[in-house]
């Protein structure tokens, strides 16, 4: 006999969920905010994915996610022992994002003015992940204001939201896309 795997518990009809461990919280905690945020960010980063993009690009979206989802998970966890348990974020983690910009980078015209996003719904699909991912790396950095987060959880977001960036300049590129360049009122 199989049992079914229920999505619903009935467990948060009163405004409550629980963390990684057990420890129930309001729905709008802090902790909820940060990894429900980096889920939204990692949503967006599998809907570039579906994109007709380079299978490369792909490829390091898809490493992308799970890396967020490693994320999500040490945020879902308030007790020690419990993070001990999980798979973990490393410096490669960054470098490997670090390295892809560089590649990238090296392949599109400096930059001397602030760019209007938009041009491509890829381009503004890696301009609106790229916002969620500032939102979600600020978030973060106020859960630890109270909180124990470890420190290259916000490394990586911060170090995502450039690959982001340089990502929508390359993929205008790709595509033939003349970037709009920001033009400051006087």
Not at 3 to 10: H, N
Not at 70 to 98: F, G, R, Y
Request: some cysteine.
């Amino acid at each position: 006999m199989s049992s079914e795997y229920k999505i619903y518990t009935k467990g948060g009809d009163k405004g409550e969920t629980s963390l990684l461990g057990g420890t129930r919280v309001p729905k709008y905690n802090d902790r909820i905010e940060a990894y429900g945020t980096l889920d939204e960010l990692n949503s967006y980063i599998g809907l570039i994915r579906d994109q007709e993009i380079d299978q490369h690009y792909k490829d390091i979206l898809f490493d992308i996610q799970n890396t967020l989802f490693v994320a999500e998970s040490l945020l879902a966890t308030d007790k020690e022992e419990n993070i001990k348990q999980l798979p973990e974020i490393n410096l490669t983690d960054i470098t490997l994002l670090e390295t892809e910009i560089d590649k990238m980078n090296e392949e599109i015209p400096p930059l001397k003015s602030f760019i209007l996003p938009g041009g491509h719904t890829v381009v503004s699909y890696c301009h609106i992940a790229r916002t969620i991912c500032r939102r979600a790396e600020r978030v973060v950095i106020k859960l630890g204001v109270q909180n124990k987060i470890d420190p290259i959880i916000i490394q990586y977001l911060n170090r995502l939201s450039d690959y982001l960036f340089i990502l929508s300049r390359k993929i205008a590129k790709d595509f033939n896309v003349k970037e709009v360049l920001w033009k400051p009122n006087k």
